[in-house]
């Protein structure tokens, strides 16, 4: 399995979904982020605490033969943290995943999407996609109304 895709987007997408991992996890998959893909040039980059979900669609090319995986959330940002903006191609190969970069490339281990705990959707919770941009303009209009203050929670 490979596909092809842009640093500083991918960055932006693993930081993102990483957001929503906590630091002390009961599932150790938990401190993975899953990389899957609905689509020929998009990849989706999920985080989870298993109460709260983060995906982030990222476009991607030359997708071929893909799986879904999960991979070390801290060390997968810590890798594309030190790239400048380039083209990284991901390349899995069994339990390993090699991120090839101009002069260069990083191995990781994967583990199988399949025990990433799916989202149960028969609980109270409702799930909805918002643009990113809707939502952050809603963040903003209520932050005045916000307070950190013990009595005015």
Do not use: W
Not at 16 to 31: F, G, H, Q, R, Y
Not at 80 to 99: K, P, Y
Not at 103 to 127: K, M, S
């Amino acid at each position: 399995m490979n596909f092809k895709v842009n640093s500083t987007e991918m960055k932006v997408a693993v930081t993102t979904a990483s957001k929503a991992i906590i630091a002390k996890n009961v599932l150790p998959i938990l401190s993975c982020v899953k990389i899957t893909s609905d689509s020929a040039d998009s990849i989706v980059v999920t985080g989870s605490s298993q109460e709260v979900r983060l995906s982030v669609d990222c476009p991607a090319h030359d997708i071929a033969d893909f799986r879904p995986i999960c991979v070390e959330a801290a060390l997968l940002n810590s890798a594309l943290g030190n790239l400048s903006h380039q083209e990284l191609e991901f390349n899995v190969s069994g339990n390993n995943l090699t991120i090839v970069y101009q002069g260069g490339h990083f191995n990781l281990t994967i583990q199988e999407a399949t025990e990433y705990p799916e989202l149960d959707l028969t609980a109270e919770g409702v799930t909805t996609r918002i643009p990113s941009e809707i939502l952050s303009e809603a963040m903003r209009c209520c932050r005045p109304f916000a307070a950190n203050d013990e009595l005015r929670p």
